[in-house]
């Protein structure tokens, strides 16, 4: 019973984490829009992008929660939306560095949209954690 209700708890604040990780990003928005800086269009069109990953992650986990099963193709589904979201991060970030050197928008602007990429990213380790978590029968 012990070990049940401690992979219970460590479910739970993994699910904090998730909600978290929703309030960082609001906060950084609103760092962003008390600053008055704007995103170019496709530094908005990334972000959703990332957006667009961590709704199907999201999807997935509460799919998985539901049904308090997660099948192999349950948890590969998972890890892929887990693995784009890291690679899209990366790659986003590496952008983010040229596009700032190419003088195509300022640092500060930089600094708001890479917190945002980085807090994705976060929330996705989250989601796959909570999977992992209900893969191992530990929720």
Known sequence: SKE???AILRGVTEIESV???CHNMARHYRRKWEAKTTFPDNLKENINIMFNLLDKAFDKMQEVLKYQEVSDSDMMESVNYENRINEMRNMLKR????DINNNIYDYQTGVFYTDLVSECEHMGDYIIN???TVKHKKF
Do not use: P, Q, T
């Not at 952008?95 to 040229?98: A, H, P, S, V, Y």
């Open 4 to 6: 049940r209700i401690r």
């Open 19 to 21: 909600a978290d990780s």
């Open 95 to 98: 952008k983010n560095i040229e």
């Open 130 to 132: 909570v999977v992992e």
